[in-house]
């Protein structure tokens, strides 16, 4: 904290990339765009080999996830490690005191493995035969991680003791749960927005007008719509929900269009995934052009 106060006393302009650490809370939390005050899901993700099944299942290498509504989720995410190559992110969304939050007594990967082996067996007894022989990627001790957050959205800036001032990019600005994909495609592009605002004003400076101008227009393009999708997938779903993911399920052609190929775009989401109507006549209107294409080819 120190270093970052003399870093932004002594510079025209400071942007801090301090992920979820505590040196974000340099930077007030935003409360009126911030919708959780408390992690909403216990966390626990560790990086495995022996995984097997699946890839000689379907023509493509997915990402992989149960769904249980009052419980969480689990994510397999498929992964390329630094030494071990092709290997599987495995990752618990628990809802606190659900009974898929078991890992805050693990200590280490090979504890995270064992009772994720536990609780497949117990709650997704279709998955162990694929799973039987996991084991956590040996030679990294960093393959695992637990832990829990608010996602947060925090404020275009932060004042320091100095006086000097920061601003926040990526994780730092917005947090959120890894439920929805969001934290890396968020990052990047919000990276480069910044940039291009700064060589957009020249040798203007960048105060805290300036701040807030860049941080509500990056809202608007991106952040808003994809802060908003990621907390749909944290609550309960709705009709609109599970109209979309039905649909998903059944129709491989209809998910690749208006649902996997939305996720680096989340504004595309919208407003079928919150809207039963707008989702019911979308899916009416895909259904339709499928009938007449077939008819057609008849």
């Known amino acids: 904290a120190e270093r970052l106060d003399e870093i932004a006393a002594a510079s025209d302009l400071t942007v801090l990339a301090a992920g979820k650490a505590d040196l974000a809370s340099s930077i007030p939390r935003d409360v009126e765009k911030s919708v959780y005050q408390k992690p909403q899901r216990n966390l626990c993700m560790v990086i495995v080999e022996g995984v097997t099944g699946w890839d000689d299942e379907i023509d493509f290498r997915p990402v992989k996830f149960n769904f249980y509504g009052d419980s969480g989720e689990y994510f397999w995410v498929p992964y390329t490690h630094k030494t071990a190559g092709p290997t599987w992110c495995l990752l618990w969304e628990a809802r606190p005191g659900s009974p898929l939050d078991q ?4 200590a280490n990967a090979q504890d995270a493995v064992d009772k994720s082996k536990e609780l497949i067996e117990q709650y997704a007894p279709w998955e162990w035969e694929n799973v039987r022989d996991m084991r956590p990627v040996s ?20 004042k320091l003791p100095s006086g000097g001032l920061v601003m926040p990019i990526g994780d730092t600005a917005v947090a959120f749960d890894p439920i929805g994909g969001q934290g890396g495609n968020h990052a990047s592009r919000h990276a480069k927005f910044v940039a291009d605002a700064i060589v957009a004003n020249g040798e203007k400076a960048c105060d805290t007008d300036w701040m807030q101008a860049v941080s509500d227009a990056w809202w608007e393009k991106y952040a808003k719509a994809a802060y908003t ?10 009709e609109a929900g599970t ?4 649909k998903s399920a059944q129709d491989r052609a209809f998910a690749d269009e208006h649902f996997f190929k939305n996720f680096p775009r989340t504004d595309q989401f919208f407003p079928a995934i919150e809207d039963a109507a707008e989702a ?14 077939r008819v057609q080819a008849e």
Request: hydrophobic letters at 40%; proline letters at 6%.
């Open 139 to 158: 030679e990294d001790s960093f393959s695992w991680l637990k832990g829990r957050f608010p996602p947060t959205v925090r404020g275009a800036y932060g």
């Open 243 to 246: 109209l979309m993911l039905t």
């Open 103 to 106: 890992f805050a007594d693990c």
């Open 280 to 293: 019911k006549g979308l899916i009416a209107k895909w259904d339709k052009e499928k009938s007449e294409v």
């Open 229 to 238: 999708f990621n907390n749909i997938l944290l609550e309960p779903l709705t």
